[in-house]
Each structure stands twice: as C-alpha cells, then as structure tokens.
C-alpha cells in the first residue's frame, strides 16, 4: 500500500528507538525507503542465549528454557508495574512476608509470575523467593537440574511513589550427587557454584542485566517487537569512581571504618568529594554503580550486625554480576561468593563496586580491627 509523504512523515515521528537504531509498527507498510533505516538483525535475549549455549557442546538448552521462564515473567511484571495506577495494585495487602516487611499487592502478583513461569518452564526443581518463608519444590514430572533464587520485586516501598523497582535471580545447578527428592538445602551452595545470575530494572524503561559466567551484558524491553534486545554488551565498571551509595539515615549505628571512609568521601584532604546517590533499590542502586562506577554499602551496623540484605538473592546475583564485570564484592572480610549460605534466608553485610573503591573500605576495616 502506497505511503504518502505527511504519513511516512507521522511514522518516522513515532518510532520506538534502541540505541542508534529505530523499529517501527508500521515498517510492513512502507516497503523499502523504510527498511534502510530499521534493524533487520536484532539480537535478542534468547538469540544471545542460544549463541552462548552453543559454546558449550554438552548442554541441554535447559537453560534457554529457563530463561525464556524468566524474560516472560519480568515482560509480565513490567506490564504490571506500567499500569498499577490502573488496575488498583498499589497499596498493601495487609500481611507480612517472612522478612517481616509489609507486603504490597504487586509483590504478590510478580511472586506469582515468577513461581508460575519457572515452575513451568521444565528446567527448575527448587525455588527460593523472598516473599515465602520455605523453599518451594516442582512437582517432579515438571523438574529440571536448575535451582533459582529470587526476589521477585525488590525496592517494593518505591512502588506507591513510582520510584524505580526490580526483579533479581541466581540460577544454580543441582548438586551432581543429589538424588531423589529435591531438598531446600541443596540451594544452599557457594556463589562459586552460580550458573547465572541477573535483574530486572524497572523504570523509564524495562533493562535485563544477565551474566552467564562470560561478561555482563544489558538487554532493553522493546515493546514494539515484544523482545528483549541487546543495548549494553560487555558491561565493565571502571577501577574506581567517583559516586557512593549508602543509607545515610544509619550514620549513628555505623562502626567506626565505615564512618571515616563515608567521612573521607564528603570531606577530602584533596580532589573532589565523591557524590552521594542512594534509591532505595538495590537493583537501581547497583545498575548505575555498574554503569558509572563507584561502590554501594549496606554494611553491617550495632544494631544488624549480619547485615540487612539476603544473601541467596540478593548478595549474591549483584556480586556475580560485578566480578564479571571487573568490580569487586565483599563483606569487609571475605568475598561475598566465597560465603557457604547456613540458610536460605541468610544475611549478609555487602560493600560492592568499583576493585578500588571496595579496597580502600576493606583496608579500613583491617585497619580499625586491628586497633581493637
């Protein structure tokens, strides 16, 4: 069908763009001026997969299928994060999960979607999620080797403000010596074991961050195609920043290494101060320390002295994905992937980011035990 010129114009105008590149609707009407400038060669998120899959002679596609599980329910997820005003999901339902944080009524339905699509998906045979007090086992003739664990909508006291939120995973792999009925302490595994580990970003746009063990690499919701596609591959954090992340509002409760490098940073003998950024979200908070360097604390304090953030689903996918993009992630005494989990809701303090900046605190914290 014939273009003419004020309606080519309108649709050039309403395109949806990614990176550099444009995808339009209508590219179907408009035959070949169109077509120069649209991608005819997307590398979407289960493409990728797929083409990291085949390095590997052995696999199975387990994987693909797993992650097919999970873009679908963060697609879903983003969906319903767009139209909470609309279809009455902000606000509380009334409970508590087993963290003791009051539970909004999207926790629940992206709890749901995640539970439902992994469990579907024929590759999972055990999941943790933040929002239930026990690990959950697939029915056995939907069992796969993979167990994953995740929080299904992290930053859940931004939702009523609009502020940014995310899902966060880590996939492992069963233990080759289990056999038989699957238990909750096979997800209690080292972070050396992690097969994969990823987030969601919700906000001006929907971003999956998802490593496989071979680099960092960002994929952007296109909705006019319906995909996740590559917008920032090979992610690198930079040696050092300039930007840190950290509640301040427990200043009074911190010891006495993190009070003087969070000190140092506002106050420095020379240079610039470094610039303080904090969300609310971890996975906000973490996504541009990758992004843009610098390092985020949620450190252990007098009062929480195992730290407030989970270690399975939280600790542990953020560090995976900072080392495999050159950063480092430590408690103050260990990294946090060398962890041996006692629990499947365990804790842990976490000080993550640019391989200099996380140095200079643990430096600090050597320095400060050592006087005592």
């Known amino acids: 069908q014939a273009v003419d010129q004020q ?3 309108f649709i050039i105008d309403h395109y949806s763009v990614i990176g550099s590149r444009t995808c339009s609707p ?8 169109i077509m120069a400038i649209l ?36 697609k879903a997820v983003s969906n319903a994060v767009r139209r909470a005003g609309f279809t009455h999901l902000y606000g509380l339902t009334g409970s508590s999960n087993v963290q003791g944080e009051e539970v909004k009524k999207l926790d629940v ?4 979607l995640f539970i439902n699509m992994l469990s579907s998906s024929y590759s999972t045979c055990l999941m ?19 167990i994953v664990c995740f929080d299904p909508l992290d930053g859940s006291s931004n939702i009523d403000c609009m502020g940014s939120i995310g899902s966060i995973f880590t996939i492992l792999r069963r233990p080759g010596d289990a056999n038989g009925a699957v238990h909750a302490d096979e997800a209690l595994q080292s972070g050396r074991n992690i097969v994969a580990a990823g987030y969601a970003l919700y906000g001006s746009a929907t971003i999956l961050v998802l490593s496989v063990g071979t680099g960092v690499h960002g994929f952007a919701l296109d909705s006019s195609v319906g995909e996740f596609i ?39 003998k ?35 002295t195992s730290g407030k953030l989970r270690l399975l689903y939280e600790c542990y996918p953020m560090a995976f994905l900072v080392e495999q993009a050159g950063g480092t ?10 962890i041996q989990p006692k629990h499947i809701h365990e804790r842990t303090p976490i000080i993550l980011g640019s391989r200099e900046d996380v140095a200079e605190v643990v430096t600090l914290i050597k320095k400060h035990e050592a006087k005592a």
């Open 128 to 146: 943790v999620s933040e929002e239930d007090e026990q690990a959950i086992v697939v029915d056995s003739e939907k069992q796969g080797k993979y």
């Open 39 to 74: 991608d005819t060669d997307y590398m979407t998120l289960t493409r990728f997969i797929i083409q990291e899959q085949s390095k590997f002679p052995n696999a199975t596609g387990e994987l693909t299928q797993l992650m097919n599980g999970i873009q679908t329910a963060t």
């Open 7 to 9: 309606s080519f114009s």
């Open 109 to 112: 339905l992206a709890n749901k």
């Open 329 to 338: 992630a430590s408690t103050g005494h260990m990294h946090v992937l060398d």
């Open 270 to 304: 020379s240079g610039k101060p470094y610039a303080l950024r904090y969300i609310g979200s971890m996975v906000a908070d973490v996504h541009r320390t990758l992004l843009y360097g610098g390092i985020f604390l949620y450190p252990a304090t007098k009062k929480a």
């Open 26 to 33: 209508y590219a179907n009407l408009c035959g070949g001026p």
């Open 230 to 268: 590559l917008t920032h591959p090979n992610i690198q954090i930079s040696p050092r920043g300039n930007i840190y992340s950290i509640n301040e509002g427990y200043a009074s409760h911190w010891d006495e290494a993190i009070t003087e490098y969070i000190h140092e940073k506002k106050f420095p």
